[in-house]
T-cell receptor, first 118, second 112 residues
């Protein structure tokens, strides 16, 4: 079945550096992907909508210069956390809607990426 | 359960009993709802969905009830098992979009 793959699953970076997280749709194309952030014991917070071939749409309060999103192809979206700080440490999850009449309402989630900024 | 400060509300259930997890959603224009299960350190897993033109849908051991009048969603798990222990989220989708907004979540603990 449709799967969304995220990489890396865990990353530790130094404060001030940038880190890239990839989200790939396997066996299906995704013109739209979504990036969420989740703090411990909290719900998923939608950060932005990634659009293939155009600019991402950011939710209110999310810094677009801080969280760069690039949807380079129909199967890949990347989230780059620039000049990372310890408060950016979080669990980042991407998702992509399914396609076709049988799964058009379904949204598939990646396994998430743990970012720790030290 | 009600939110208790910074922690997720927790529902503790004896193994074999039925569980009911509740969710209040915010947007009366939402047309589609999903329940997800999330285990520690993992991404959300789809459990069951329901469209806004329905008020009940059943799956294997799970039932989702939708009350649009009060914007309330519930997930019923029959014969709760230890493997059901996880955090459960409801998510609503605005009509015409693929944008999902998640509820606050409930931690389900199954007691042996």
């Amino acid at each position: 079945g449709a799967v969304v793959s995220q990489h890396p699953s865990r990353v530790i970076c130094k404060s001030g550096t940038s880190v890239k997280i990839e989200c790939r749709s396997l066996d299906f194309q995704a013109t739209t992907m979504f990036w969420y952030r989740q703090f411990p014991k909290k719900s998923l917070m939608l950060m932005a909508t990634s659009n293939e071939g155009s600019k991402a749409t950011y939710e209110q309060g999310v810094e677009k210069d801080k969280f760069l999103i690039n949807h380079a192809s129909l199967t890949l979206s990347t989230l780059t956390v620039t000049s990372a700080h310890p408060e950016d440490s979080s669990f980042y999850i991407c998702s992509a809607p399914g396609t076709g009449s049988s799964s058009g309402n379904t949204i598939y989630f990646g396994e998430g990426s743990w970012l720790t900024v030290v | 359960g009600e939110s208790v400060g910074l922690h997720l509300p927790t529902l503790s259930v004896q193994e074999g009993d039925n569980s009911i997890i509740n969710c209040a959603y915010s947007n009366s224009a939402s047309d589609y709802f999903i329940w997800y299960k999330q285990e520690s350190g993992k991404g959300p897993q789809f459990i069951i969905d329901i469209r806004s033109n329905m008020d009940k849908r059943q799956g294997q051991r799970v039932t989702v009830l939708l009350n649009k009048t009060v914007k309330h969603l519930s997930l019923q798990i029959a014969a709760t098992q230890p493997g059901d222990s996880a955090v459960y989220f409801c998510a609503e989708r605005s009509s015409g979009t693929y944008k999902y907004i998640f509820g606050t979540g409930t931690r389900l603990k199954v007691l042996a």
